[in-house]
C-alpha cells in the first residue's frame, strides 16, 4: 500500500466514513509546547441511542450464550419480566464509549424457576462492544 493510499484510508476512518456509526466522533489532536505532550479529544457527535442499543444487545447474546450452555438449565428467556432492560451511557473518553446495561432473564428445570438481571459495563467503539466488566452468568 503506498503512502497516499495508507492516508487516504487513515483520512476517511477519522472522517467517520466507514464502518458503523459509532461513539468516536471526531477526533482533534492538539499538540502542547509546554509538556511536549499530544493531547487527544473526542468531540461528541455521537448517537447515544444506536451506542446503548448496540451494548443491549451484545448483553443480550451474552445472556442467551449462558443459559443456553447451562447443563442445569431446561427453558430460558431474555423477555423483561420482572425487571426493565436498560442501558446508559456513563463515561466517553478518546477509546470510545462506557454504557452500563442491564438485561433481564428467566430461567428454569423441573426443581426451580427463576427470575433475575444481568448487570454489566461494555465499552463501545467505531468497530467492537466489548463487555469489560460485570459477573458471570452461571446458573447451575
Same mark, same amino acid.
Given at each position: 500500500?503506498?503512502?497516499? #493510499?495508507?492516508? @487516504? ?8 466514513? =466507514? ?9 482533534? $489532536? %492538539? *499538540? ?11 468531540? /461528541?457527535?455521537?448517537?447515544? #441511542? ?5 451494548? @443491549?444487545?451484545? $448483553? *443480550?447474546?451474552?445472556?442467551? /450464550? *449462558?443459559?443456553?450452555?447451562?447443563? +442445569?438449565?431446561?427453558?430460558?428467556? %431474555?423477555?423483561? &419480566? ?5 442501558? %446508559?451511557? =456513563? ?20 426443581? &426451580? ?7 454489566? %459495563?461494555? @465499552? ?15 446458573? +447451575?
Amino acid at each position: 500500500m503506498g503512502l497516499r #493510499t495508507a492516508l @487516504l484510508v487513515v483520512t476517511v476512518l477519522l472522517a467517520g466514513c =466507514v464502518g458503523n456509526p459509532g461513539p468516536a466522533g471526531t477526533v482533534t $489532536e %492538539t *499538540k502542547s509546547n509546554a509538556t511536549n505532550s499530544t493531547e487527544r479529544t473526542v468531540v /461528541s457527535n455521537v448517537n447515544e #441511542t444506536k451506542v446503548v442499543e448496540r451494548a @443491549l444487545n451484545a $448483553e *443480550k447474546a451474552y445472556v442467551a /450464550s *449462558k443459559l443456553r450452555n447451562a447443563s +442445569c438449565v431446561e427453558s430460558w428467556d %431474555t423477555y423483561p &419480566i420482572v425487571m426493565d432492560r436498560e442501558g %446508559t451511557v =456513563v463515561n466517553q473518553t478518546t477509546s470510545g464509549l462506557y454504557v452500563d446495561v442491564q438485561q433481564p432473564y428467566a430461567w428454569g428445570n423441573e426443581d &426451580i424457576e427463576a427470575d433475575s438481571a444481568s448487570r454489566a %459495563t461494555y @465499552l463501545v467503539t467505531d468497530n467492537e462492544t466489548q463487555r469489560v466488566s460485570g459477573p458471570e452468568i452461571d446458573p +447451575c
